[in-house]
């Protein structure tokens, strides 16, 4: 005899196998675009944050930024860049630079995401800030 419902997914199994990607529930790579390219456009413009990206080739950066973010939410995309360690050292950034960059990524994000993703997705970057700052 068969135990009933001995096939079912538990209740936290079903949750799991039905829950979708963060990168699927942002809207994918149209969403990861436009919030990409917004923030890096402004805070390539903005003087509080500008001077790390003088001699940056801003395409290719976007370009860069997209993979590694449609990777981390479960795009399925590659990402071959540097760490963020090796990619930022050099431009020695600060704390106000990176809490600037971060507020503008949320502003573009509440244009485009909601903000249940918005969060799930800063959560993510959130521990990056300890490789990305070298000083206060
Ligand atoms: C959570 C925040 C950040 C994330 C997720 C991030 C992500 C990235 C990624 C993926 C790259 C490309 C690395 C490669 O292609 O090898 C990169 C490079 C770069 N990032 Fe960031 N970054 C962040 C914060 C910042 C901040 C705050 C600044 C400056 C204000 C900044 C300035 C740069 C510059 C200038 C480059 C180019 C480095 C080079 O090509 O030599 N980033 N970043």
């Known amino acids: 005899a068969t135990k009933p419902n001995s096939d079912k997914p538990s209740l936290e199994q079903s949750k799991a196998n039905t829950e979708d990607s963060l990168f699927n529930r942002m809207g994918g790579l149209p ?20 001077r790390s990206f003088k001699d940056i080739k801003l395409p290719k950066l976007k370009e860069s930024v997209v993979s590694q973010i449609c990777k981390l939410t479960g795009g399925g995309c590659e990402y ?44 993510i970057l959130a ?6 700052v070298s000083y206060q």
């Open 80 to 123: 071959d860049g540097e760490t963020m360690l090796n990619s930022h050292k050099d431009a020695k950034i600060s704390t106000a630079e990176f809490e600037l960059f971060v507020a503008v990524f949320r502003e573009s994000l509440s244009r485009h995401t909601n903000t249940r993703e918005k969060n799930e997705l800063l959560k």
């Open 127 to 132: 521990p990056m800030k300890r490789d990305i």
């Open 31 to 50: 969403t990861i675009k436009i919030v990409v390219s917004e923030t890096i456009d402004e805070v390539s413009s903005n003087p509080k944050t500008s």
